[in-house]
């Protein structure tokens, strides 16, 4: 089972990026999903997160009004829709998927694609 994702690049501020996560060898449909980030020196954080059927999203504050994840469970894929950026957006993304199931965690995480902002 495994994600990987695609979608980084170098942008300059106030451009948009698509980030995509890929799920493969378990139920995509299943997992709740999220995107994290780490820029260099800093812990990773919580940027975006949507459940299994899409019905609920969340956002860092960070992220509010400029970001917007979703997915398509017939593709097994997972997207982070990123306007507006900033130079403060960069860092490595990374996609989670996580399940809960007859009170065992289940989590994969993808290798991370690498963003980065110029000012």
């Known amino acids: 089972a495994q994600v990987v994702e695609s979608g980084g690049g170098m942008v300059q501020a106030g451009e948009s990026l698509r980030l995509s996560c890929a799920a493969s060898?378990?139920?995509?449909?299943?997992?709740?999903m999220g995107w994290f980030r780490q820029a260099p020196g800093k812990e990773r954080e919580f940027v975006a997160g949507?459940?299994?059927?899409?019905?609920?999203?969340d956002y860092a504050d960070s992220v509010k009004g400029r970001f917007s994840i979703s997915r398509d469970n017939a593709k097994n894929i997972l997207y982070l829709q990123m306007n507006s950026l900033k130079p403060e957006d960069t860092a490595v993304y990374y996609c989670?998927?996580?399940?809960?199931?007859?009170?065992?965690?289940?989590?994969?995480w993808g290798q991370g694609t690498q963003v980065t902002v110029s000012s």
């Open positions: 949507i459940m299994w059927n899409g019905d609920f999203m």
């Open positions: 060898g378990f139920t995509f449909s299943a997992y709740n």
């Open positions: 989670h998927a996580n399940r809960d199931f007859l009170g065992k965690k289940y989590d994969y």
